[in-house]
């Protein structure tokens, strides 16, 4: 069979492992008469359109200019910019530090309870919009305490919205409290014993913010506790932070999802335990270019994990500052990867099922996710 690459898909690239015309798994073929992808549009529409999971999302990213500049002006507060323009234009990332920066900064405008209400409800009608069935959203806890919005405000008005958005929306969510890895544990530990009174409400537990210098190990003890009361737990390893972050949040956090994990492919061992294993990944493309992980989607690992059989998801991180939502980033993927219909059920399938959705809910979105005939 011939097989082509088209110029516009950017598929025919020498570090994908496979030879300038040769397409790598899940790559979609060309047909030869058109030089245009034969399922190009298809593929798209498929994985715009199937029901999928979100299972990487921080609330405290889906805030947009708009809504930041409207809670400022109810809570009295002063932004460190003109306007929304002017906020837009601050988003000129050259790491993650550089934007965890102005990340923290904006979400100071977040106060009462109907403000974190008000962004929950946000966010869920614009996973809606992209076919997200159910998402497990982080939240940062620490960022808000810090400022003296007790621990009750914050996680009574996320469950608000959550369960707005059930009700209107028939959107499935779940809470995940992230610990800021760049305080100290003792922090941490003050922050679970904050959230003791909530944790009804608390799905499992997760790790983020700045990760060189701060290994999932200095958490050792806190993530214990997690587990020992029962929820599961999530970390953030690989992102910017080596290849050994992640063996670190497996052995030693027992994460059961690795957020990010897209430097695995630095370590075929490590790789082939990911593989063997089926860990899932929660790939954030956008924001890993947007962060300068990769110069450009071009260059992004997602197709050496997909050929190497990872459990890859797809996911947008903080979309309001990466360029986009859930199907923002699948379009981002298929312009640069060109993969074919099967490889996205597969994609989606995994988010399914890496979810902590019930196992009935899981067989319903499944059953939806399979060819018709
Ligand atoms: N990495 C680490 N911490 C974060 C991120 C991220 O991409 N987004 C928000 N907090
Ligand atoms: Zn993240």
């Known amino acids: 069979m011939l097989r082509i690459a088209v110029s516009s898909c950017y598929n025919c690239l020498g570090h994908l492992h496979a030879g300038p015309n040769e397409p790598y798994p899940g790559q979609q073929l060309t047909n030869p008469e058109t030089a245009m992808p034969s399922a190009a549009p298809s593929a798209l529409e498929f994985a715009c359109r199937m029901p999928k999971a979100e299972l990487h999302v921080h609330i405290e990213g889906t805030l947009e200019p708009q809504l930041a500049f409207a809670l400022a002006r109810r809570n009295g507060i002063t932004l460190p910019y003109a306007d929304e323009d002017a906020l837009r234009a601050a988003y000129h990332f050259a790491d993650l530090q550089s934007f965890l920066d102005l990340y923290y900064s904006c979400a100071s405008v977040l106060r009462t309870a109907d403000d974190f209400t008000d962004l929950m409800l946000a966010y869920l009608k614009r996973a809606k919009a992209d076919q997200v069935v159910h998402t497990e959203i982080f939240f940062d806890p620490q960022t808000h305490t810090a400022r003296g919005v007790p621990m009750g405000t914050v996680i009574e008005g996320l469950i608000a919205g959550i369960k707005e958005g059930r009700l209107r929306l028939g959107i499935s969510a779940k809470l995940i409290l992230c610990f800021l890895r760049h305080l100290s544990e003792g922090e941490a530990f003050d922050t679970l014993t904050e959230a003791e009174p909530f944790l009804d409400y608390i799905d499992g ?88 992980v990769y110069p450009d989607m071009r260059t992004h690992s997602l197709p050496q994990l997909l050929a190497a059989g990872a459990m890859v998801t797809i996911n947008s991180d903080d979309p309001a500052y990466f360029g986009g939502y859930m199907n923002d980033n699948i379009r981002a993927v298929q312009a640069a990867f060109c993969l074919d219909e099967q490889t996205w059920r597969r994609v989606g399938r995994n988010s399914i099922e890496a979810s902590w959705a019930s196992t009935e809910e899981k067989a319903v979105w499944l059953a939806q996710l399979d060819p018709v005939g």
């Open 205 to 292: 537990f997760g790790l983020d913010s700045s990760e060189r210098g701060h290994p999932p190990k200095k958490f050792a003890s806190v993530f214990e506790k997690c587990r020992a009361l029962g929820k599961p737990v999530v970390a953030h390893a690989g992102e910017e932070g080596p290849p050994c972050y992640i063996t670190e949040a497996l052995d030693i956090l027992k994460a059961c999802r690795i957020d990010h994990g897209v430097r695995a492919v630095e370590d075929s061992a490590l790789l082939e335990r990911l593989v063997r294993e089926q860990v899932p990944l929660t790939v954030c493309p956008l924001s890993n270019v947007r962060l300068c």
